[in-house]
Nanobody
């Protein structure tokens, strides 16, 4: 079973930066490297939306209007995924989730989420 654990959330002032991490300790490095990875977020009363994704082949994707403020990185040897957000805005307040997707089977795995609150 794939277990993902996010960390790094909390309260941050508008205009500041924040880095979230996601660890997939239940996977080997070889297995982890086969997954596409992504970060999503869900604000109160809204649908979950893509923040940014990184495929196993290195292709990047971004949610609407989020390119330039959010970046994703992965470390296959450490089985970790990072999300860096800069110039954060109050509307970035949400629960952030990391996701792994097996491009072969389309199986998808989610972390439990970490709350990010941006104060104005």
């Amino acid at each position: 079973q794939v277990q993902l654990v996010e960390s790094g959330g909390g309260l941050v002032q508008a205009g500041r930066s924040l880095t979230l991490s996601c660890a997939a300790a239940s996977l080997t490095a070889a297995t982890f490297s086969r997954f596409d990875v992504a970060w999503y977020r869900q604000a109160p009363g809204k649908q979950r939306e893509l923040v940014t994704g990184l495929s196993r082949g290195g292709a990047l994707s971004y949610g609407h209007s989020l390119r330039g403020r959010f970046s994703i990185s992965r470390n296959d040897l450490a089985q970790t995924i990072n999300l860096h957000g800069k110039v954060l805005k109050p509307e970035d307040t949400a629960v952030y989730y990391c996701s792994l997707r097996d491009s072969t089977t389309s199986a998808e795995y989610w972390g439990q989420g970490t709350q990010v609150t941006v104060s104005s």
